[in-house]
């Protein structure tokens, strides 16, 4: 079956824009979750939504949004956009309960001018 | 969840088996150990998961040691395919309650040769 589908896989913005990025799950998984991956500081959670809500949130400001709709798709919204927001934006899926792993898509990478 | 510890950098012959180290002496009773890598500009790939017993998929064998304070995550005839940055994670047992929050350390970068 598909895999994790991330759009774009590349954006360039300008300081102070705001950008979305989109991540659509492996069929029946309800949990998406976000990561941010730079050269300097590895990957780093973002947050997850599970059955449009957020379930966890990771350490970064509150330009760093996202949600999730009814059919499992998720969003994540940066605004204000600074230059060290240029980075490698991961999603990934699974099913909400039991051992079964999270799924990455192969990123947005988001550069910022 | 635990820290991990993984040798920064490892190299394999093609056809050989490449065995990569991680180590996880603070793991607790309810933590898996999973595998993951990232071939250059993909997203990571999900290798393998255990908890105490060995496991075996048509990737990768995980061995963990008895008192589960290290794992080694086997492959068993790598390929220049294979290169890659190779993660392991420790993580709580999944259940109702249980985040999807992984956390990622500098992983091993792979390099298999010719």
């Known amino acids: 079956k598909a895999g994790v589908t991330q759009t774009p896989r590349y954006l360039i913005k300008t300081r102070g824009q705001q950008v979305t990025l989109s991540c659509s799950p492996i069929?029946?998984?309800?949990?998406v979750s976000w990561y941010q991956q730079t050269p300097g500081q590895g990957l780093q959670f973002l947050f997850e939504y599970f059955s449009e809500t957020q379930r966890n949130k990771g350490n970064f400001p509150g330009r760093f949004s996202g949600r999730q709709f009814s059919n499992s798709r998720s969003e994540m919204n940066v605004s204000t956009l600074e230059l060290g927001d240029s980075a490698l934006y991961l999603c990934a899926s699974r099913y909400r309960q039991g051992r079964q792993p999270q799924h990455f898509g192969d990123g947005t990478r988001l550069s910022i001018l | 969840d635990a820290k991990t510890t993984q040798p920064t950098s490892m190299d394999c012959a093609e056809g050989r088996a490449a065995n990569l180290p991680c180590n996880h002496s603070t793991i607790s009773g309810n933590e898996y150990v999973y595998w993951y890598r990232q071939i250059h500009s993909q997203g990571p790939q999900y290798i393998i998961h255990?908890?105490?017993n060995n496991e075996t998929n048509e990737m990768a064998s995980l061995i963990i040691t008895e008192d589960r304070k290290s794992s080694t995550l086997i492959l068993p005839h790598a390929t220049l395919r294979d290169t890659a940055v190779y993660y392991c994670i420790v993580r709580n047992l999944p259940g109702s309650s249980n985040t999807g929050k992984l956390i990622f350390g500098q992983g091993t970068t792979l390099q298999v040769k010719p």
């Open positions: 255990g908890l105490k």
């Open positions: 069929s029946g998984h309800r949990s």
